[in-house]
C-alpha cells in the first residue's frame, strides 16, 4: 500500500522531466502556444501561393485576340480548329522567341496583332523576311508604313454595313462568302492597295492582299474571335488565310518586345524646344515665390500657458474695444444685463427671473416707483458721454439695493 503513492509520483516526475526537455517540445506543443502566429503566417502563405500562382499562369489567357483567351475577345476557338487540321499553332510570348519559331517551321504563316503598335520597323522586317507568308490584323499606321507594301489605311467600315460581301477574285475570299463588317463593340477599317475584299464603299476593303500574296491585311478582329467565328464565313475565311502551311505562329508582340528594341521616344524627344526653359523658370518663380512670402519677421517667442489674465484687465480692454468702435448700444446691452443678473441675484429671484420682475422687486425694496427705475434701466443713451451718466446711475441703483 504504500508503494503505490511512490510509483505514482515517480510517473509524474517522469512525464515532466519528459515535457521539460528539448526533445519533448514537438511542432504540435508550439502551434498550441503560438496559435495565432500560426494562423497568421498560414493566411500570409495562402496570398504568397495566390500570387505567386497568378504570375505563374499561363501569359495572355485574357490578352485579346489570344489563342489561349476562352473570352469572347479570345481567338482559342480558331486554334484549337486549325490544330484539328493538322496545323501546329505556336504563341511566342517574346520577339527573338517568334523568330526562332519562324525559322524552325515548314513555310510558317505569321500571324501578327501588334494593336499597341510596339514593333519598330527593323523588327517588322525581321519577321517579314523569315515568314512565308504574313496575316496582319488591324495594324497602326506606323506599322503598316514600316512593313512597305503599298497598303495604306482608308478608314473605318460604316454602321450600315454589318455584313460584307467578298467583291473580289482571291480564292480564300470566294470560298468565305460574307462575313461580319461593323460590329458594336469593336471597329473594323478599310484598305486600299494590293487586292482589295470585302469592299464597304469605293475600293477600300476589310481585307488587302499584297501583289505578291505574301502579306495580308485584316482590318477586324471579329472575323477571328470566338464570339463571332461561327456566324457567316468568319470561319472559312480564318481557316483558309492561316492553314495553308502546316506551321503558324500566332504572336502578340508585348511591353517587352519594346524593351529589347530600344527606340522609343522619351519626353524630351516629344516636347517641343521653348519646353527646354520652361522647367528653370518655374524653378527661378518658386525661389522667388519661397523668398518673398516664407520670410520670417524675427525668432518665435514661447509664452508659459496657461496665462493668468485678471478681470479688471479685461473689462478695462472690452471697454476700450467698444470705445475705440463707437459702440454704445452693444455696451449699453452688456451693462443692462448685468445689472439685471446681479440684481436677481442679490434679490434672491433665481437664474429664470425676467426683467420686468426684477424691477418690480428692486421697486418695492426701494419703495420707489416703479416706473421710475424701469424708465432708467431701459434708457437707450445717445452719446458716450450720456452711457457714461447711466452707467453711474445703474451703479448707485445697485449698491442701494445691496444696503438694503
Given at each position: ?23 519533448g ?8 502556444r503560438?496559435?495565432?502566429m500560426a494562423a ?18 499561363p501569359?495572355?489567357d485574357?490578352?485579346?485576340l489570344?489563342?489561349h483567351?476562352?473570352g469572347?475577345n ?36 505569321l500571324?501578327?496583332?501588334d494593336?499597341?503598335?510596339i ?25 503598316l508604313?514600316?512593313?512597305d507594301?503599298?497598303?495604306r ?8 454595313f454589318?455584313v460584307?460581301?467578298?467583291?473580289c477574285?482571291?480564292?480564300?475570299a ?14 473594323a ?22 501583289s505578291?500574296g505574301?502579306?495580308?491585311v485584316?482590318g ?7 464570339e463571332r467565328?461561327?456566324?457567316l464565313?468568319?470561319?472559312?475565311l ?7 502551311s ?13 524593351a529589347?528594341?530600344?527606340t522609343?521616344e ?11 526653359f520652361?522647367?528653370?523658370?518655374l ?15 524675427g ?5 508659459p500657458?496657461p ?7 479685461t ?15 452693444r ?5 443692462r ?5 446681479r ?5 434672491r429671484?433665481g ?9 418690480s422687486a428692486a ?11 424701469r424708465?432708467?434701466i ?14 453711474q ?12
Open positions: 500500500m504504500t508503494g503505490l503513492p511512490t510509483v505514482g509520483k515517480k510517473r509524474r516526475n517522469a512525464g515532466e522531466a519528459t515535457e521539460s526537455t528539448p526533445g517540445r514537438t511542432i504540435p506543443g508550439w502551434l498550441r503560438h496559435r495565432g497568421a503566417g498560414m493566411v500570409a502563405a495562402a496570398a504568397l501561393a495566390l500570387v505567386v500562382g497568378t504570375q505563374l499562369a501569359k495572355g485574357a490578352a485579346p489570344s489563342v483567351n476562352a469572347p479570345g481567338a482559342r476557338a480558331l486554334g484549337q480548329i486549325l490544330g484539328r487540321h493538322g496545323v501546329s499553332v505556336h504563341s511566342p510570348d517574346r520577339f527573338d522567341a517568334a523568330l526562332d519559331d519562324l525559322r524552325a517551321g515548314s513555310s510558317p504563316t500571324l501578327l496583332y494593336r499597341n503598335g514593333l519598330d520597323a527593323q523588327q517588322l522586317s525581321l519577321l517579314k523576311a523569315e515568314a512565308e507568308r504574313v496575316v496582319v490584323v488591324s495594324p497602326r499606321l506606323e506599322t508604313t514600316a512593313l507594301t503599298g497598303i489605311q482608308a478608314g473605318v467600315v460604316p454602321d450600315a454589318q460584307l460581301d467578298p467583291g477574285s482571291h480564292p480564300d470566294e470560298a468565305a462568302g460574307q462575313v461580319t463588317g461593323q460590329v458594336t463593340r469593336q471597329g477599317f478599310v484598305y486600299d492597295g494590293g487586292m482589295s475584299c470585302f469592299r464597304a464603299a469605293g475600293t477600300a476593303g476589310m481585307l488587302a492582299i499584297s505578291d505574301r502579306l495580308a485584316l477586324s478582329t471579329a472575323v477571328l474571335g470566338n467565328l461561327d456566324e464565313g468568319n470561319a472559312a480564318a481557316i483558309r488565310m492561316l492553314g495553308s502546316p506551321d503558324l505562329v500566332w504572336y502578340l508582340p508585348s511591353i517587352a518586345d519594346a529589347v528594341s530600344g522609343g522619351t519626353l524630351d524627344d516629344l516636347a517641343p524646344d521653348w519646353a527646354r520652361l522647367g528653370p523658370w524653378l527661378l518663380v518658386a525661389a522667388t515665390a519661397v523668398a518673398w512670402r516664407g520670410r520670417r519677421h525668432p518665435l517667442v514661447f509664452e500657458l496665462v493668468v489674465v485678471k478681470a479688471v484687465e473689462a478695462e480692454g472690452r471697454a476700450r474695444l467698444y470705445q475705440d468702435s463707437r459702440a454704445i448700444d455696451a449699453r446691452d452688456n451693462l444685463a448685468g445689472l439685471l443678473v440684481l436677481s441675484g442679490k434679490l429671484m437664474p429664470a427671473a425676467t426683467a420686468e420682475e426684477t424691477i421697486a418695492r425694496l426701494l419703495d420707489r416707483d416703479a416706473a421710475e427705475i424708465a432708467l431701459n434708457e437707450r443713451p445717445a452719446s458716450e458721454a450720456r452711457l457714461v451718466a447711466w452707467s446711475a445703474l451703479d448707485k441703483l445697485e449698491k442701494e439695493v445691496k444696503t438694503r
